[in-house]
């Protein structure tokens, strides 16, 4: 019998049934592709750190080198196991062309280096994680190229400089453990020992990778800090396994982090979806429900009938929903796949999406209980009088049809019908908020990253051009001629000259630290501040958001820094977000440290109307090797792999909402008809036609939706820019501020939302028949 009744239960409702169907599928689907998301993120990780044998802690250095030195420190230090010092022979970008195109690389944002492979640890990898090994002539390059010129296996990569001229043949694609996010703006390519050997007698430029693996990766921050405390070359930024780790999953750990909000209020609004669907489904078997009580069905057992097909259809929805995600991850993963490798299966990557499906399966059952306890309230006398539960008190009298003025009636009664039951219409407000939150909060975050204001938050201020002096001979010279040119240049409306060196800074510890410190007039491109401001003195500093955190600083605090041989106290001006340099950074009014400085930049603005590409291949050419920057190009070529698979999970995003948006519209309004049966033949009976009728429906939900929107628009202000601090604190921006572009978030969107709604409210009700209420009559 039980079996009888939800076949018949099925077949009665079948579009309702297999819309549940599919959102719990979805929700299931993408609980499941989260989970596997995350789960390859971190096998593939750990296999990359395992495959490469990566570094504990690296130092790069430009400039002279001692090894001798390098060589007694570890030799002195017990929880040194192994040291390396690997030379990196630095081209500029205008000296490389890479496969079939016709222009160099002088307008990447990519420091460009060719190395050979390293013999002890941080081996790079090829496509299989296996040791690439290349022979003369040939060479392996870095996968963001390969994704960012379509290269292939075969395809040449051309030098020149000067006279000197050679190329060579891609035979592989390089995996590197240090360089692989597009995040990280230096590059390794691989040749062979011998092609090293003759590269490095032409391009004299050299930096060092000094790198180190420890015995005890508890004891790195103390390791950390002796390096730093040591004579020991440091002219150049710093980065440990924490940091290597973070870096390359931050792209896809983000994407994993939005799948899953998107997928948690998918599961919340399915449950909703389900409430609906089995307040729908009693209000209709009202009837049948008193039968079965007046004949002697115990309670439980009815609700087992109501619960099974629940039950059945959670179940299945689940698999269906796993299943797809099999199929799905491998679009979900296809960039972890390919910057870090595919890890070898473990049992847990499938233990743990069939445990988050299984979580779906329990919140429904356990919901759908909750549901039923409406039962209790169903006596079978009620049932069987009336045919439907009682309508809930309201009180209208505020709203009387005889003290309307404006409004035509139908309008009018619908409104009044809001107003009356709008604890029950709460629920359809609350799921339209959820899905255009689900619409606009990825959208905006998209925004975002692609708005040229996000330039703040890598510790720049806006300006038109940026040009980068790494360390080189003579290199202080070249700035100050730079200088003097760009002074003379009429088209440079205002430039701002800055020098980073490394200073040594009293940590919360009590012991030294180093502090790469930028010097220069903050004033000229200022910087948006989390708190506080610029400095503006010379006794005046401003921390990174991560630096303050580490120093446990805040505005008007003291920092001590040994400027030369002597300790000076430096009053926090402000507090910045910076992602750059492992988010740790600070800016002040300090002659700079001229024996540890580690890069040189001037940026400008040019007059209006002048060309900025036309002033960068200027620049390139009056400033070789300098490395001349749009800015704008920088975050489109640093952040352009994130922004691409982000804009994959915002269409997904959309498609999602405006689906469970039309579908829940619909379930409400098949449940309002429901109840509301006895009051429709009713006014059936007084003259209101079903046009009417309809009018009346379509005035109570667009009024609702329209409540609805307007506070999803005003949520997304507050709990929408709060998700944006959370994923932006994993990379140093803990305050990242929500680009909107109001006609889409506050016009197209929105409209978008209300015709569905009223698309889906008038197809709706046109399941209204004279059949239904000649029913009603007859009862």
Known sequence: MLLKIVKRDFQRNKMITLGLFIFIMLSSLLTASSAHVVMELTHSLDNLLVKSNAPHFVQMHAGPIDNEAIANFAAANSIVKEQQTVEMLSLDGSQVTLGSSMKTEANSVMDIGFVKQNLQFDFLLNLDNEIIQVSEGEIAVPIYYMKQKNLHVGDQVSLSKGQFQTSFTIVDFVRDVQMNPSIVSSKRFVVSDADFTALKSEFREIEYLIEFQLTDL?????????????????????????????????????IAVVILLVSLLLILIAILCLRFTM??????????????????????????????????????????????????????????????????????????????????????????????????????????????????????????????????????????????????????????????????VPVNFMHTLQSPQFISYMGVGQSDIRIDLQQTANVDQRFEKMIASLEEDNDVVKLSPLVTSRFKVLGSDGAWESINVESGDFSIFPLSYMDGASPATAGEIALSDLNAKDLNKQVGDTVQLLIGDKEQNLTVSGIYQDITNGGRTAKARLPYNEESVLWYVVALDVKPGVSVRDKMDQYAEAFYPAKITHLEDYLAQTLGNTIKQLKLVVLLAIVISIAIIALITSLFLKMLLAKDAAQLTVMRSIGFKNSDIRIQYLGRILLVSAIGILIGILTTGTIGQGLVKALGSFMGASNIQLVVQPVTAYLIIPAAVMTIVAITTFVTTLSMNKSRIAEQIGK
């Open 279 to 440: 307040l729908a489904t009693i209000e209709e078997d009202y009837r049948e429900i008193g039968v079965m009580k007046a004949i002697g069905i115990a309670q439980p057992d009815i609700k087992k009938i109501y619960l099974a097909k629940y039950f059945v259809l959670a179940i299945l929805a689940a698999i269906g929903g796993y299943l797809l995600s099999l199929i799905a991850m491998k679009w979900f993963t296809a960039n972890i796949s390919l910057y870090l490798g595919a890890a070898p299966n473990s049992v847990l990557q499938h233990a743990v999406p069939l445990l988050a499906v299984s979580l779906i399966v329990g919140i429904v059952v356990l919901f759908c209980r909750l549901v039923l306890r409406r039962f209790n309230r169903i006596t079978a006398v009620d049932a069987l009088r009336t045919g439907a539960s009682p309508a809930p008190p309201s009180s209208t009298s505020i709203l009387s049809l005889s003290k309307r003025r404006l409004l035509p009636v139908n309008v009018f009664l619908g409104l009044k019908d809001v107003y009356g039951r709008f604890k029950m219409f709460g629920i359809l407000l609350f799921v339209i908020l959820v899905g255009l939150l689900i619409i606009i």
């Open 218 to 254: 508890s004891k790195l921050s103390e390791f950390h800090n002796a390096y730093q405390a040591s004579n020991l070359p440091n002219k150049g930024p710093a980065i440990d396994l924490p940091l290597l780790k973070t870096l390359n999953s931050l792209t896809d750990g983000v």
